[in-house]
């Protein structure tokens, strides 16, 4: 051992990467090594694409060109953005992604400064009615709508019912495994919830919505199977991993929108989400619970959800009488 604490040599036969190998990813430049070290794959692809689509504007060709933009770049692709007419939060995204980048490049000294910052961003609306949310009566019928005789319907129903009473994203509902159904916390049966930056939250199990995982569990067969996909696709497939793997949340969001379509409301998954943060909040739950209930890192965020004082029933409007 040396002074430092790490071992002199180690034997040739313990090394795993070769000379050759080491070096190689001694050169990966920063940007490159920033991109692969984002773990969310919608973060990935949603920062792939505004990368993309700054490199294209700019022309940047290698990674290295990245440290030669300064602010009068970034001004003019914002400029092109808003002139082909994006949201502004769509801008705002794009934006985001690449100060990300140039946050990390700061870090490890390969430019002194974040051109992003200072960038005035596009105003946003507000969220509120973007992402619509049902009403009491519409949230029973969806419940209702698929067959509970059948392994899909049962499936489908213990779905939607995850959705709408613990408030999910389509991406941690496919991420549950069937242990992460089976936690107690001080007696009261939980879900553990892999969720936004890889943070894990616990969420008290909706007697109603467990009931239903457990009918599709005993009719599904792999109830005992704690490694495994809690929602798993009907049809196997042996290319991709069987019956073990998960549904994907392209499928949740075909599922909720087929029922929901049907019911002659057409919405998609995260509707459902809006839903049961609305609910919550409309009956006197704490936003600072509903915050942590939902995953979200501001509060802000969660407040797009309360309607309390926008109630149409609460309006003047119904106050006039003549």
Known sequence: MTTSGLPATLPSASR????????????????????????????????????????????????????????????????????RALSGMTVRHRLAALSSLFESLCEKNAVTHNPVKGVKRPPVESYEGKTPALGDHQARKLLDAPDGASLKGKRDRAILATLLYHALRRDELCRLTVKDYKHERRGVPHLKVFGKGGKIRYVPLHPAAGGLIGDYLEIAGHGADDAGALFRPLRNNCTTGGLERAITPDAVYKLVRQYSTALGFAIGAHAL????????????????????????????????????????????TFKVAY
Do not use: C
């Open 16 to 83: 795993l990467l070769t000379a050759e190998q080491f070096q190689r990813l001694a050169d990966v430049p920063p940007e490159i090594e920033w991109f692969a070290n984002l773990g969310n794959k919608a973060t990935r692809r949603a920062y792939e694409n505004a990368l993309g689509d700054f490199m294209k504007f700019t022309g940047i060709v290698k990674p290295e060109e990245f440290r030669t933009v300064i602010r009068a770049h970034v001004i003019a692709w914002r400029d092109d953005l808003v002139q």
């Open 273 to 316: 989400r809006a839903t049961a943060a609305t609910n919550a909040l409309d009956h006197q739950a704490d936003i600072a619970k509903v915050q942590e209930w939902l995953g979200h890192a501001n509060i802000a965020t969660t407040r797009i959800y309360d309607h309390r004082k926008t109630r149409p029933e609460d309006s003047p």
